[in-house]
């Protein structure tokens, strides 16, 4: 069975950089896609993007583009989300996914960014 744990969080001036972790451990990334979501308060959860592990097709929502960057470390089977040029609208819980057939199936827990001068 799939966990998944994502790090990587903390604060951070606009502008600046982060990068954010799910590691994960149980089962082969092979059939799943992998993806991350985020949710500030009063604002619904929303899309980052994801990679199929399969192929490596990698998708991101509009907000996300040029700005952020998943990619995979197949030794360590860890996603990784590089944020860059941080916005205090990106501030938010990022959550990490995994899912099947295009929906979450394993979730982890969170990691907190905030993006504030």
């Known amino acids: 069975q799939l966990q998944l744990m994502e790090s990587g969080g903390g604060l951070v001036q606009p502008g600046g950089s982060l990068r954010l972790s799910c590691a994960t451990s149980?089962?082969?990334?092979?059939?799943?896609?992998i993806g991350w979501f985020r949710q500030a308060p009063g604002k619904e959860r929303e899309g980052v993007g994801c990679?199929?592990?399969?192929?490596?097709?990698?998708y991101y929502t509009d907000f996300a583009k040029g700005r952020f960057t998943i990619s995979t470390d197949n030794a360590e089977n860890t996603v990784y989300l590089q944020m860059n040029n941080l916005k205090p609208e990106d501030t938010a819980v990022y959550l990490c996914?995994?899912?099947?057939?295009?929906?979450?199936?394993?979730w982890g827990q969170g990691t907190q960014v905030t993006v504030s001068s």
């Open positions: 149980g089962a082969s990334l092979d059939p799943y896609a």
């Open positions: 990679i199929r592990e399969s192929d490596g097709a990698i």
């Open positions: 996914y995994a899912g099947l057939r295009g929906d979450p199936d394993y």
